[in-house]
DNA sequence: TTCCTTATCGACTGTGCGGTCGAAAATTAG
DNA sequence: CTAATTTTCGACCGCACAGTCGATAAGGAA
């Protein structure tokens, strides 16, 4: 039987290799990563890599699984405070957003390239249960906050549909990652909650 | 030489190609879509699209360019109205968001598919130069609309993020596609470009 | 030293897919 | 009809890549 400091180690090239890994994905489109270039980064042989995972696709699902049970960590406290529903949405968004600025290329990694995996035909693979519950909870938050009139009634698919989409862009569109600001995703966020019920037709061009 | 009418029935056959790869394209995730199925889907035996087509990649650059195109033409004349820069990038919006009720798989294939594709490692693909016209004219009637006061002085770059992102959200998030209708788009965008500058903290609750 | 477990890796296999080839069918021309 | 041309396609090729194998080393434990 391994002793203790085969099996601290054993755990530690694991870790390289899943960091080697994160690496090649913030570097290369996700579907042309191959097994070789992540060997190489995290300076093993291929066949090493199997060594220690079963397959790719075990590196990725580990890489994942992480990645959500950290954003939750930071996450679910959050969900705690006593807040309005409004005021607790807006905190989650920007906490997701505080953590994709620490760590870009995980999250960038967690928020796009999950639809690309080959995903075995299989039922819905592990990680998407966090990424349901998010969601599921983000709408939640919503249904309330319109029943209690902090929000203007509208179609709430049409607005998690909006707002998602809202946030990917801020943080990952374009080419050069770029800072958010907390009060700029309070900002933007207000203004699609709040949205002037008489729109400023032809605005005065003072 | 061929005559009038092979000429016209092989234009015809390019045609059953490219609808069905963009059935094919709208059923499967487009790095998963083989020539053999494209084959299938329209009826011809692989070789034969190769007889049509130079390669994989001409399908879908043909695909591309012609999308754009028609997208273009309905863009183009309300870009000469003589509105404000506002109701200009309203309008453009709104246009686009008509199109793609009206061909819901030929512009997602536009807006997702691209950034998977193979694009072999050489200069910038041409379909991509309307992306980019598009992203440009937006830009500068943002730029515009907030030299004239119409918009509010934010970072530019993230609000087009944002715009980009929300309004991707709102069309191609989701499973099941939704009819978003032009006052929903104008509502949206109202409130981004006009934050209620005092945040209503914990709303009124009657 | 020898024996045994743990770790490493180059070389190989299998497969899926883009693309080609050459033969055959279909169509047109004379 | 025959000959020329256009169209179709099954079978094959080459390659890239996930995953395997067997040989080799590196470290204890005796």
Redesign the interface.
């Known amino acids: 039987m391994p002793t203790q400091r085969q099996q601290e180690e054993r755990e530690y090239r694991r870790r390289q290799i899943l960091k080697g890994a994160l690496v090649v994905f913030s570097k290369t ?1 996700s ?1 042309n990563v191959t097994m070789v270039d992540i060997a190489k980064e995290s300076g093993f042989g291929k066949a090493t890599l199997y060594y220690y995972f079963d397959s790719k696709e075990a590196i990725v699902t580990e890489l994942l699984i992480e990645g959500w049970q950290d954003l939750w960590v930071c996450i679910e406290p959050v969900l705690e405070a006593s807040n ?1 529903s ?2 607790i949405f807006i905190h989650v968004l920007q906490t997701i957003g505080e953590q994709i600025e620490k760590n870009r290329s995980l999250y960038e990694f967690l928020f796009n390239a999950p ?2 995996m080959p995903s075995h035909g299989e039922q819905p693979p592990e990680w998407k249960q966090y990424q349901v519950r998010l969601y599921t909870v983000l709408k939640g938050l919503l249904d309330d906050g319109m029943a ?3 929000f203007p009634h ?2 709430p ?2 607005m ?11 943080f ?3 080419t050069k990652p ?1 800072k ?1 600001s907390k009060e ?1 995703i ?3 966020l ?7 019920t008489e ?8």
């Open positions: 489109p579907e309005s409004k005021q639809a690309h209690s009139g902090e509208v179609n698919q049409m998690m549909r909006g707002i998602g989409g809202l946030f990917h862009g801020l990952f569109l374009g770029q958010i700029e309070e900002m933007l207000n203004g699609i909650f709040n949205p002037p729109p400023t037709k032809t605005h005065e061009v003072k």
